[in-house]
């Protein structure tokens, strides 16, 4: 049984090492959309090396994992970040700006990277534990590409088992250096939707000799409006939004087909299965009203992120210790955002957390004119959280694996 490193320790020496903003500036400066991470895998690849850690690559695609062992015991934890970046215009000027036109590091996957790379430096130098630890450097969060899935599908936890897993995202609504988080359901889930309506076409003139999709598609439209604010407890948060609506070319002309898409957001996984329900049942149902094929192809993309209770209080414990009660929000507001690490805690239980980056006032000169929120075209990772969120895998490395 080992005993974890004061923080202050921790902080210090990932603060005087300037390596981690060099490898997370060049990683900015090279941003890679999913599944196409093939430098920064590599990178991530050879810093782990060099630190000794045994490195396997190619899981689930790009996807990196570094294992290191030590001492007798037999517990095992997975610390998780995401390499992908966006495909978007970067608008900053700064020295580490995107040299590729088209990709961005808008969500800050670079910081994670870098932060989960500076954990494992520290716990192959200084720390010492017992057990084992897998860093999980996963291609494609972004976009529904689900690199998480990728991984899993590719036998990450039985090559790699994992008692619990942990990851963290930052959050420009959050003070620099903050962390929030939540037991239970957390981030909601993603999902899309077609509905394909088949009629007859006709003369425009002529519509009693047609089987008017348009109108079918119309009252489907507005029929949906009814499943969340009629079907759903008015308590928990869902949307359900149509976004396209497709059918016809002509003035004259009654089409054959129309379409709708459009997505589905909740927070529990029965809302979800209810709303699926109550869309089937609307489509069917004005599909034999207007004698039109009336089809539903809904598609569940990220699962509800829902956090570990047991995980998410030892994490609370974890990160009380790295930064102290006053920068630990414990029971922040549910996101209606998505994310697939919800995958790799449907398989392992877990923890997912926010760390603060604050308001943007951190930005070199160069940026773009814009605020420094997730996606947005002058984002950029505020480099001054790399120690708090690296000394949190530390710890929570270190005291996980001391449990009996
Ligand atoms: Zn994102
Ligand atoms: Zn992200």
Same mark, same amino acid.
């Given at each position: 049984m080992t005993t974890s490193t004061p923080t202050?320790?921790?902080?210090?020496?990932?603060?005087?090492?300037?390596?981690?903003v060099e490898i997370r500036r060049d990683i900015h400066a090279h941003p890679e959309i999913a599944f196409e991470e093939h430098r920064t895998a590599a990178r991530v690849a050879e810093e782990l090396r060099a630190w000794g850690w045994t490195v /396997?690559?190619? +899981? %689930?695609?790009?996807?990196?994992?570094?294992? #290191?062992?030590?001492?007798?015991? /037999?517990?095992? +934890? %997975?610390?998780?970040?995401?390499?992908?970046? #966006?495909?978007?215009?970067?608008?900053?000027?700064?020295?580490h700006r995107s040299r590729h036109a088209g990709r961005m590091h808008a969500c800050g996957h670079d910081g994670h990277t870098a932060i989960l790379l500076a954990a494992a430096w520290y716990l192959s130098h200084h720390a010492e534990f017992d057990g084992t630890i897998h860093c999980i450097f996963q291609p494609a969060e972004e976009g529904g590409q689900a690199g998480a899935r990728a991984m899993i599908e590719d036998g990450l936890f039985t090559r790699f088992p994992c008692d619990a897993v942990f990851g963290l995202h930052n959050w420009p609504d959050l003070p620099a250096g903050e962390f929030g988080v939540r037991a239970g359901p957390f981030m909601g889930s993603s999902n899309r939707f077609r509905i394909d309506v088949t009629g007859k076409g006709a003369h425009a003139s002529q519509p009693e000799l047609s089987i008017d999709p348009l109108v079918c598609a119309s009252h489907i439209l507005l029929a949906l409006q009814s499943v969340i604010s009629r079907n759903r407890e008015p308590q928990d948060a869902a949307v359900l939004s149509v976004t396209q609506i497709h059918g016809g070319a002509a003035v004259n002309v009654i089409p054959e087909q129309a379409w709708l898409g459009g997505t589905v957001r909740t927070h529990e996984a029965g809302?979800?299965?209810?709303?699926?329900?109550?869309?089937?049942?609307?489509?069917?149902?004005?599909?034999?009203?207007?004698?039109?094929?009336?089809?539903?192809?809904?598609?569940r993309c990220y699962p509800c992120l829902v956090n570990d209770p047991g995980q998410t209080a030892f994490a609370l414990d974890v990160l009380r210790d790295t930064v102290g009660e006053a920068r630990v929000h414990g029971n922040i507001a549910r996101l209606m955002g998505s994310e697939d690490f919800s995958f790799m805690l449907e398989a392992r239980p877990g923890c997912y957390v926010m760390l603060g980056i604050g308001d943007g006032t951190h930005r070199a000169s160069g940026h773009g004119a814009g605020p420094c929120l997730l996606h947005n075209p002058s984002y950029d990772f505020n480099d001054a959280v790399i120690p708090d969120g690296a000394a949190y895998f530390v710890q929570l490395a270190q005291r996980f694996l001391a449990q009996p």
């Amino acid at each position: 049984m080992t005993t974890s490193t004061p923080t202050s320790a921790i902080l210090g020496a990932i603060a005087a090492d300037p390596r981690f903003v060099e490898i997370r500036r060049d990683i900015h400066a090279h941003p890679e959309i999913a599944f196409e991470e093939h430098r920064t895998a590599a990178r991530v690849a050879e810093e782990l090396r060099a630190w000794g850690w045994t490195v /396997t690559t190619g +899981i %689930g695609g790009t996807g990196v994992v570094g294992t #290191l062992s030590k001492g007798a015991g /037999t517990r095992s +934890i %997975g610390l998780r970040a995401d390499m992908d970046a #966006l495909a978007m215009d970067e608008v900053n000027t700064f020295a580490h700006r995107s040299r590729h036109a088209g990709r961005m590091h808008a969500c800050g996957h670079d910081g994670h990277t870098a932060i989960l790379l500076a954990a494992a430096w520290y716990l192959s130098h200084h720390a010492e534990f017992d057990g084992t630890i897998h860093c999980i450097f996963q291609p494609a969060e972004e976009g529904g590409q689900a690199g998480a899935r990728a991984m899993i599908e590719d036998g990450l936890f039985t090559r790699f088992p994992c008692d619990a897993v942990f990851g963290l995202h930052n959050w420009p609504d959050l003070p620099a250096g903050e962390f929030g988080v939540r037991a239970g359901p957390f981030m909601g889930s993603s999902n899309r939707f077609r509905i394909d309506v088949t009629g007859k076409g006709a003369h425009a003139s002529q519509p009693e000799l047609s089987i008017d999709p348009l109108v079918c598609a119309s009252h489907i439209l507005l029929a949906l409006q009814s499943v969340i604010s009629r079907n759903r407890e008015p308590q928990d948060a869902a949307v359900l939004s149509v976004t396209q609506i497709h059918g016809g070319a002509a003035v004259n002309v009654i089409p054959e087909q129309a379409w709708l898409g459009g997505t589905v957001r909740t927070h529990e996984a029965g809302t979800l299965d209810m709303i699926e329900r109550r869309m089937n049942e609307i489509v069917a149902g004005a599909g034999a009203t207007f004698g039109c094929e009336a089809t539903l192809t809904f598609e569940r993309c990220y699962p509800c992120l829902v956090n570990d209770p047991g995980q998410t209080a030892f994490a609370l414990d974890v990160l009380r210790d790295t930064v102290g009660e006053a920068r630990v929000h414990g029971n922040i507001a549910r996101l209606m955002g998505s994310e697939d690490f919800s995958f790799m805690l449907e398989a392992r239980p877990g923890c997912y957390v926010m760390l603060g980056i604050g308001d943007g006032t951190h930005r070199a000169s160069g940026h773009g004119a814009g605020p420094c929120l997730l996606h947005n075209p002058s984002y950029d990772f505020n480099d001054a959280v790399i120690p708090d969120g690296a000394a949190y895998f530390v710890q929570l490395a270190q005291r996980f694996l001391a449990q009996p």
